[in-house]
């Protein structure tokens, strides 16, 4: 979701810098429509931060003891959102308003998060073993401590999300109510939560591979022309 958001804001900030360029010469603006473009995925992702903070099943999950990895994440989605809903404006209004400094700190936060994301994916690509491994330590803690309210909740939330149940899958399925309700049938083909967190992570890895790439070019063309549009606003000015 995260990167569908940041790929959408992208997009649109690009959009308007392409944009920009063409209406040069016809003279039609767009700035404030594309403005709220780029604005709507940051605050779209800021307010699944600020939900995921305050809902009452993701709560559960911030009130463990151990869990500072996804209360770290967390505060981590709420200021990417802030700061995406900064970039936007910027662009966006930068370019709207032909103004250099604008479009100057764009690049400048573009190119940030761009470096970000690349580390980010280098980090995770080596260290995918890892956590994979600790997300599995995460919820074996969390299942060991299930007759604690707060473990219970989060332990259900994960298990429903990742379709599976417990460490046996279908045996437990029978007489754990925190596993997702299946037909008799349905829960033989159960997975145990830790086969399931493999497979999950494992099968769509590729995917968010090729998501974080699609991202990274589309900023890389985002830097490219609001560079293009600076030099054409100095020229403009140096005509004057």
């Not at 995406?84 to 966006?92: E, I, T």
């Not at 994301?117 to 995460?138: R, V």
């Not at 999950?200 to 609001?226: D, E, P, Q, T, Y």
Request: charged letters at 20%; proline letters at 1%.
């Amino acid at each position: 979701m995260f990167m569908a958001l940041s790929l959408n804001l992208t997009v649109s900030c690009v959009s308007l810098l392409l944009g920009d360029q063409i209406c040069e010469t016809s003279g039609v603006r767009e700035g404030q429509k594309c403005r709220g473009n780029c604005l709507l995925a940051g605050t779209a992702v800021l307010a699944i931060g600020l939900w995921l903070h305050f809902d009452s099943q993701t709560k559960s999950i911030l009130e463990l003891e151990s869990d500072t990895k996804f209360y770290t994440g967390v505060y981590i989605l709420i200021g990417a959102g802030a700061l995406m809903m900064l970039v936007g404006f910027l662009g966006c209004c930068g370019a709207s308003q032909e103004s250099q400094c604008m479009l100057g700190l764009f690049f400048f936060f573009l190119f940030v998060i761009f470096a970000l994301e690349i580390a980010a994916g280098i980090w995770g690509f080596s260290n995918k073993e890892k956590i994979i491994d600790e997300l599995k330590e995460f919820y074996m803690d969390t299942y060991r401590r299930r007759t604690q309210t707060s473990a219970r909740d989060t332990l259900k939330a994960l298990q429903f999300t990742l379709n599976c149940c417990g460490l046996t899958g279908a045996v437990e399925q029978q007489y754990m109510d925190t596993c997702p309700a299946k037909t008799l049938s349905e829960s033989f083909s159960m997975k145990p939560c830790p086969d399931a967190i493999d497979y999950v992570f494992k099968s769509k890895f590729n995917v968010i591979g090729a998501v974080g790439l699609g991202i990274a070019v589309m900023m890389i063309v985002g830097m490219i022309f609001s560079m293009v549009l600076c030099c054409a606003i100095r020229r403009e000015r140096e005509m004057v």
